[in-house]
């Protein structure tokens, strides 16, 4: 599958804990962008990397933090959880990091905070 | 403040009508406005981009700078067309980086 990939594709875990989830970009897409969808705040922009560079936040929380790697896949990094980072977290990739190009999205990864 | 709204969560048609799915923004520069389709069990895809003015899947949506809106159109339904639809705004930074903003989505249900 040369689409974007993540895993895993659920996870469980509890409050307090801390979870990495992961994303490959299409291949030759240097951006990678994470997004979050939960039932009250719909889909929001997290972050955004291209070629390993932080190049635009939203609104992520401090105790979330993400990196883009020399092989181009990104990690997301939660922390300290809590209930309502209950969500479904997307991963989406583009070939530049500037204008207004389209995205290509993975499947999500589907986080249950109990 | 960047804002796409949709009114609609729901909407629900008979296949062979018309369908009309409502987005409203509000931004304050050029607007770069998108469709997003999930259909069941399947990941986000992009419909259509107001800048290609193209149709697809019969699908059309026009910019209505005077009203801010973004509308997507169908003249004949199909139950195919079952899917949730977003609405998405593209916003760049200082330098350039692009990010999008979404509407909550409207989900449609097209009725045999």
């Known amino acids: 599958d040369s689409g974007v990939t993540q895993t895993p594709k659920h996870l469980i875990t509890a409050t307090g804990q801390r979870v990495t989830l992961r994303c490959s970009p299409r291949?030759?897409?240097?951006?990678v962008y994470w997004y979050q969808q939960s039932l009250d705040q719909g889909l929001q922009f997290l972050i955004h990397?291209?070629?390993?560079?932080?190049?635009a936040k939203g609104n992520i929380l401090e105790r979330f933090s993400a990196q883009q790697f020399p092989d181009l896949h990104s990690e997301l990094n939660l922390s300290s959880l809590e209930l309502g980072d209950s969500a479904l977290y997307f991963c989406a990739s583009s070939t530049r990091d500037r204008g207004h190009n389209e995205q290509f999205f993975g499947p999500g990864t589907r986080l249950t905070v109990l | 403040a960047q804002r796409v709204t949709q009114p609609e969560k729901l909407l629900s048609v008979f296949k062979g009508a018309p369908v009309e799915l409502k987005c409203n923004y509000s931004y304050s520069g050029s607007p770069e406005l998108f469709w997003y389709v999930q259909y069941s069990r399947q990941r986000l895809q992009l419909l259509l981009r107001h800048i290609s003015r193209e149709s697809i899947k019969g699908f059309t949506a026009d910019l209505n700078k005077g009203e801010t809106s973004f509308h997507l159109k169908k003249p004949f339904a199909q139950e195919e067309d079952s899917a949730m639809y977003y609405c998405a705004l593209s916003q760049s930074n200082l330098q350039g980086a692009q990010k999008l903003v979404f509407g909550q989505g409207t989900r449609l249900t097209i009725n045999p």
């Open positions: 291949s030759g897409d240097l951006s």
């Open positions: 990397y291209y070629n390993g560079e932080e190049r």
